[in-house]
């Protein structure tokens, strides 16, 4: 035996003999290894990936013990995630039942497992589901079929024995012979596209009873097509979720970006916890809204970061800074989730040992706020219309949250944000039953809502409730609460300006011509450029609607603001939000760079403050954060306050109480303090 193999065995202690990890190290053989945290209970984590592929001949030859005893070191965390099967569907470990990348030093799967056993960390996998090219390379009959006819390269069939026959066999491999604690299962809803195979129309002219399946959404009967390939990515969901928790229940398993802004829905599979990796750039921005689709879906909840940028900046740099990705876990801790980030594995499996440090002072950053932020729930406040009805009747794909009616979502939230509102983002299934709990629900640019929904908007506001509508489209599916008549139809994208404040900005349609009723107050104008200004129209208008209160925007807000945050519409925005909603429980003043979020931890009052200044779009590396302040800070209680105390410091401020509300300034905000109210 040569001395390069007898060390390797010898470091890896024989552990490619055992099917589970060997003992403890010595000196603690008669101890039991810590206990390992459930997915449900864990807050802070690290994920690895690389996506193995033909090139990778030698993974595990420099995946050490030391090399996971540092990592957990350094960061502390919960649980490791790391690479087993990539997009390319090749394992990076040597699976008996799978497509094994080409060539592997020892098994650096069970090194993995027996360090992070015995050190009490849990251990997930990052598993590629319905992506997996090498499957398709061996089994083209296992692929979707294009409604071109060709064989896609890339995604698996629903209808195909893809399930049965490799994913749900690896996983209960992985579960059996290795003993991980889960899967963050990727490339599933995001990759999945519409199946035109045999098996996929038959099934279809089964289910619906219609003949000829649409080829394009101009087609007749597009939306109960895509209704079917949608239900039929979550039979698949809930088939493999089952079969692998039948005999290995305590697998705790995530299809990544499953019930979230992808799918809009409520919970329908056994999944343990919801996670997503939330865009690489623009990355505050897309966490913001991310966290929000998440928070109220009953299920734990994790976001993931990523460590890195995919172009480098201009000075030559692509990973991320400590205090940017501290910033970033600040937004999804303020909204009670976990957080993860992501750092590239090397072809051979090992880790960039120099990458670990920033990691750790982002976890330092994490912990300081577990106590006052894990699990964490809202207080209504103000609630932001996600419509599953409407966008999946206006998407042309399975589940994909672009478009037009995302960009106008999306501008709608920033504009609510950085006007300091606590806004969570709720679909139909979140507020069916329960709007009076919401003192403003925003309805921004849906042109479709299913009638029972839309009659329970109204009598919510006609039992007192405030309902804000934005858009034409919109505000055409109420005109008598609003006490308008539409005049004509929506002028086109030509270019217009709204007048308030004795300022005016210039916007892009569409916009609607209204005529008032005699109840309905006008709120700011529009005109159309180069024309007289008597031809002025309402840019909004209010009308009370039996105890409370109906307004709505007669132009395209939220896309125009997310193509340009200009002042004066975020001003319009909020003085109209502050019509109908004139005492939130927290108000903040002194910038427009602060996320206020509105919690309940432990039954006490959790104001979070999260710093959000800078352009998120352009500036992809930061050296450092500006602070912001001083901030005027009102807190709404009904008896003066024991204290408030400003987190994580534990300092306890000074405030006058006065007309029911806690008054005090906080002078300078870094990134992220939560105000703890007693």
Not at 2 to 20: E, I, V
Not at 107 to 129: E, F, I, K, Q
Not at 167 to 195: H, N, S, T
Not at 597 to 611: D, E, F, I, T
Request: with cysteine; glycine share 8%.
């Amino acid at each position: 035996m040569n001395q390069p193999l007898f060390f390797r065995l010898a470091l890896l202690g024989l552990l490619c003999l055992c099917p589970y990890p060997g003992p403890a190290a010595s000196g603690a053989e008669d101890s039991p290894p810590p206990p390992r945290l459930r997915r449900a209970d864990s807050f802070l984590g690290i994920h690895f990936d690389f996506h193995a592929g033909p090139d990778c001949k030698e993974i595990g030859r420099h995946t050490t013990p030391a090399m996971i005893e540092n990592i957990i070191d350094l960061v502390h965390p919960d649980y490791l995630q790391i690479d087993c099967k990539g997009h390319r569907g090749l394992s990076s470990y040597p699976t008996k039942v799978g497509n094994p990348a080409p060539g592997f030093v020892g098994d650096p799967l069970r090194v993995w497992r027996a360090v992070t056993a015995r050190r009490g960390v849990a251990l997930y996998m990052h598993y590629s589901g319905v992506w997996d090219s090498e499957a398709i390379i061996r089994h083209p009959a296992w692929a979707v079929i294009g409604s071109d006819g060709r064989t896609n390269a890339n995604a698996t069939s629903f209808f195909g024995p893809y399930a049965d026959q490799l994913l749900i066999p690896q996983l209960r491999e992985l579960a059996g012979d290795y003993g991980v604690d889960g899967a963050w299962v990727d490339g599933e809803c995001w990759a999945a596209v519409a199946d035109y195979s045999a098996r996929a129309l038959q099934a279809f002219r089964a289910a619906t009873g219609l003949e000829a399946a649409p080829r394009k959404s101009s087609e007749p009967h597009w939306f109960e097509f895509i209704s079917f390939q949608r239900e039929a990515f979550r039979s698949y969901l809930r088939h493999y979720l089952a079969a692998v928790k039948k005999t290995h229940p305590n697998m705790q398993l995530c299809s990544n970006w499953a019930f979230s802004e992808h799918m809009p829905e409520p919970v329908s599979a056994p999944v343990d916890f919801l996670s997503g990796d939330y865009a690489p750039e623009d990355s505050v921005n897309s966490a913001r809204f991310s966290a929000r689709c998440l928070a109220r879906q009953g299920r734990p909840w994790d976001l993931m970061a990523w460590s890195f940028i995919r172009n480098k900046a201009p000075d030559g740099r692509d990973q991320k800074t400590a205090v940017q990705l501290q910033r970033e876990a600040a937004t999804v801790l303020a909204l009670g989730g976990g957080f993860q980030a992501y750092y590239k594995q090397k072809r051979d499996g090992s880790i960039y040992d120099e990458h670990m440090p920033v990691m750790a002072k982002v976890a330092k950053f994490c912990r300081a706020r577990q106590a006052v932020c894990h699990h964490a729930t809202q207080v209504p406040q103000v609630a932001l219309l996600y419509s599953t009805a409407a966008h999946y009747r206006q998407s042309t794909q399975l589940f994909a949250p672009w478009g037009r009616d995302m960009d106008a979502l999306k501008g709608a939230l920033q504009a609510l944000l950085e006007s300091q509102h606590s806004v969570e983002i709720l679909s139909e299934h979140h507020l069916t039953g329960h709007m009076a709990d919401y003192p403003l629900i925003v309805v921004p640019e849906w042109e479709y809502l299913e009638p029972g929904f839309h009659n329970e908007l109204a009598a919510y506001a006609q039992g007192g409730g405030s309902l804000l509508l934005i858009s034409p489209q919109t505000a055409a599916l109420f005109p008598d609460e609003l006490g308008i008549a539409l005049v004509g139809t929506p002028q086109p994208a030509a270019p217009f300006r709204l007048a308030y404040g004795g300022g005016e900005i210039e916007l892009r349609g569409p916009m609607q011509p209204v005529k008032l009723g005699p109840a309905a107050r006008p709120f700011g104008s529009l005109q159309e450029t180069n024309t007289d200004p008597s031809a002025a129209q309402p840019a909004a208008s209010v009308q009370p609607l039996g105890r409370g209160k109906i307004a709505a925007v007669y132009f395209s807000f939220g896309e125009n603001y997310g193509r340009r945050r200009d002042p004066l519409a975020r001003q319009f925005l909020d003085a109209l939000v502050r019509e109908l909603f004139p005492a939130p429980l927290v108000e903040v003043h002194g910038s427009p760079d602060v996320d206020v979020v509105v919690n309940r931890q432990q039954g006490k009052l959790a104001v979070n403050l999260v710093n959000t200044a800078g352009d998120h779009r352009t500036v992809p590396i930061l050296d450092a954060i500006p602070p912001v302040g001083p901030l005027a800070v009102t807190i709404r209680c009904a008896t003066r306050p024991a204290r408030i105390t400003l987190e994580p410091e534990g300092r306890v401020l000074a405030f006058d109480y006065r007309a029911g509300a806690a008054h005090f300034t906080l002078p300078r905000l870094e990134l992220h303090a939560i105000l703890v109210v007693e």
